[in-house]
């Protein structure tokens, strides 16, 4: 250990090479300084020179390379313990950036934890503002609505305008005509009544209209819109399905069919309906005209969906005991496969009267509660018959995406 200390010792490396420089100075005395006459007209002593110079290189050369060589030990034991001291400095930092990335990650939960919080404020917050708002302007609702009911000894003041609305449907009239008739008559009681339903109509929009702009997402607002949607009454419902395809109610359009404010209105209160309702003289049609709607809602909605290769889909209903089938080819077709004696499945109609109420039950779902331009879409009824049923038919012929209206969540 003690020879491995002198030779990492620099001084030990320096002793040598001054000792080198020493046996030089030596030499020179012990070679040439008393064998050598110093006149430049004598030749060199070549023999002398040279064994000087072998002195040199063996001696002084071998004494200098050990010392080089001791040097580069030191410098490079040296630079190992400088790496070893720069890689535990190394070890060090990383430790404390590990550390300090450990504080940032705390930091940074602890930041979204703070954000969450203030974003559940946030929206707490939000939510307070927009409900003091809506139930401000549902109590304004309620307050416009029940003075309109006061206006007449029967408290209801949208039936009493209905009513008046309501138009004796003719069967020798078609169902865009018969339609057309009735929004004309609304027009002339809206002008009549302006002052109260221009009222009614603007407070109704608007409630629509700010839960339509709040930043809720859309689940939460069709939450909003049903609890509007349960205020309306059954004539409310029919007035507004009136007034919204007038020239009045263009505006709103969108926003009925968005939120589907007009879900429950009904259809058998329609002149148009009522009179088949008079003459099937039960419930059997109401059951089976529901039934009806949630088979077309579904289906047709479904067919225009991307991954959609249904060709047909065919159903038992309930009510009149038959068969109801939808076949997607170039055209829709609806068919509804009932007894050669319609009495056998309990309807009370006569087979145009069947055809006519189907044809006209499609009408409406498709066309009037969608807002379709009826030139877009073209409907043909059609009646055949098997060895065993007669099959009621209406076909849809159309270049738009059918979607039917229905509640989303």
């Known amino acids: 250990m003690k020879i491995l200390s002198i030779i990492k010792n620099e001084k030990t490396s320096l002793t040598m090479i001054v000792s080198g420089f020493f046996l030089i100075i ?18 060199i002593n070549s023999q002398k020179f040279s064994q000087f110079g072998d002195f040199i290189g063996g001696v002084v ?30 070890r060090s930092q990383i430790e404390v950036l590990n550390q300090q990335v450990k504080e940032f990650e705390l930091q940074r939960k602890e930041l979204e934890s703070s954000r969450k919080v203030y974003e ?42 209905f009513d008046k609305l309501n138009i004796n449907y003719d069967p020798k009239v078609s169902i865009e005509i018969h339609h057309e008739n009735m929004i004309n008559r609304y027009i002339l009681l809206f002008n009549e009544n302006r002052g109260h339903l221009s009222h009614y109509f603007k407070c109704f929009y608007r409630i629509i209209k700010i839960i339509d702009s709040s930043s809720f997402d859309i689940k939460e607002k069709v939450f909003y819109a049903k609890i509007l949607r349960s205020q309306l ?6 007035i507004l399905y009136y007034n919204s395809h007038s020239i009045y109610g263009i ?12 879900k429950h209105t009904p259809i058998f209160s329609k002149p148009e309906f009522q009179y088949y309702l008079d003459i099937q003289k039960n419930y059997d049609i109401l059951f089976f005209a529901d039934y009806l709607n949630q088979f077309l809602t579904k289906h047709i ?29 170039t055209n829709i077709e609806i068919k509804v496969f009932c007894d050669k004696n319609l009495s056998n499945n309990n309807v009370n109609l006569n087979e145009d009267q069947f055809s006519d109420f189907i044809l006209f039950f499609i009408y409406d779902r498709i066309i009037l509660s969608t ?14 018959e098997t060895e065993r049923n007669k099959i009621y038919g209406v076909s849809i012929e159309t270049t738009l995406s059918l979607v039917l209206n229905s509640d989303k969540y």
């Open 26 to 43: 030596l030499s020179i005395i012990l070679f040439l300084w008393f064998d050598i006459d110093f006149k430049t007209i004598l030749p």
């Open 61 to 90: 050369g071998s004494i200098w390379a050990l010392a080089g060589v001791l040097l580069f030990y030191i410098a490079l034991t040296e630079q190992r313990s400088d790496i070893k001291t720069n890689q535990e400095a190394l």
């Open 120 to 161: 559940d404020q946030s929206r707490t917050l939000k939510t307070q503002q927009f409900e003091s708002n809506f139930y401000s302007l549902l109590n304004v609702y309620s307050t416009i609505k029940d003075k309109l009911n006061n206006l007449d000894q029967s408290k209801d003041f949208f039936k009493v305008l």
């Open 233 to 238: 009454t059954d004539f409310e419902q029919l």
């Open 251 to 262: 505006k709103a359009r969108p926003l009925i069919l968005k939120y589907n404010m007009l």
């Open 301 to 329: 909605n479904e067919s225009f969906e991307l991954d959609s290769e249904t060709e047909k889909i065919e159903e038992r209903f309930v009510a009149f005991n038959c068969i109801v089938g939808i076949y997607f080819n």
């Open 371 to 384: 807002y379709l331009d009826r030139e877009n879409v073209i409907l043909t009824r059609f009646k055949t």
